[in-house]
């Protein structure tokens, strides 16, 4: 999966979620303007990417089949 940002902030973090709430992975990155993310590993099912900047906050749902 790969995110890609317009503009750069200076620090990121991304959080994947499964459909119960729990963590699955946490990334930090530095000012970085496109990011991928391996889910080559992640079984099948529901999840929620959680992104964070100090501009706010972005959720976007995927399926990983």
């Known amino acids: ?4 940002f317009k ?3 200076s620090r990121q973090s991304f959080e ?4 119960s709430g729990c963590l699955q992975e946490r ?3 530095n000012g970085v303007t496109k990011l991928t993310i391996d ?4 079984i099948p099912g529901i999840y ?7 501009q706010g906050s ?3 749902k995927f399926v990983k089949i």
Do not use: P, Q, R, Y
């Open 58 to 60: 972005l959720v976007w």
């Open 16 to 19: 994947i979620f499964n459909h």
């Open 27 to 29: 990334i930090l990155s």
């Open 39 to 42: 889910v080559a590993d992640v």
């Open 48 to 54: 929620f990417l959680n992104v964070n900047t100090k």
């Open 7 to 9: 503009g750069s902030d």
């Open 1 to 4: 999966m790969t995110i890609e």
